[in-house]
């Protein structure tokens, strides 16, 4: 008796008795039986194949994530390099720049360059270069600081131009829709203490 699945034959159940024919009830047996088998093979050949995409996509996982670790790996050891190179880049940077603008102090002061504006000019927007460059390194510094998250606080007084006590008369008496949103407070006079 030939299995059936889906059309195609998958297999054969061979019954032989020599001595009677088989009977009714023993075809319609054999029958189930038949079915009942073919059913366990699909079921085996389905759970092979489901077995056998499994392994495979385990094997395609294991090495994508190899590959997003390595490259991760190298993503990290690019980053470090990159790091050290600001960091060696901008030390190198700022010793020259230290030399410059000590030169540059120098000249500011000398009676020659100080006997004609056009030299005192030049002088000093070479030292506004010098400064914006040694502003661009120490940029670079805190950049490559921050990325290390290495970062130290730089605490300085800024004058705002405004003195910070409120307006002697205040507010009060006004109606409030004629009130200003924001009142930063009255001119600076010149001795806050946030002149520093």
């Known amino acids: 008796m030939p299995l059936y ?38 079921n085996a050949r389905l759970y092979r194949e489901m077995t056998d995409i499994n392994h495979m996509m385990e094997r395609m996982v294991a090495e994508r994530v190899e590959e997003l670790n390595n490259a991760y790996k190298t993503l990290e050891k690019h980053d470090k390099n990159k790091s050290a190179f600001i960091q060696v880049a901008a030390h190198e940077l700022r010793t020259p720049l230290t030399v410059i603008k000590g030169y540059l102090g120098m000249l500011r002061t000398d009676a020659a360059i100080q006997a004609s504006p056009a030299l005192v000019e030049a002088v000093n927007g070479v030292l506004r270069g010098t400064n914006r460059l040694h502003q661009i390194v120490d940029s670079m510094l805190d950049a490559a600081r921050l990325e290390s998250q290495v970062v130290n606080a730089h605490i300085e007084s800024v004058n705002l131009g405004i003195d910070p006590a409120p307006h002697p008369q205040g507010l009060r008496g006004r ?14 006079s010149g001795n806050s203490p946030a002149d520093g």
């Open 5 to 42: 699945s889906q059309g195609n034959v998958i297999g054969l159940i061979i019954l032989s008795r020599a001595a009677r024919a088989f009977t009714d009830d023993d075809a319609l047996l054999t029958t189930t039986f038949a079915m009942q088998a073919t059913v366990a093979l699909e």
């Open 175 to 188: 109606p409030r829709a004629s009130q200003p949103d924001l009142c930063a407070g009255r001119r600076h």
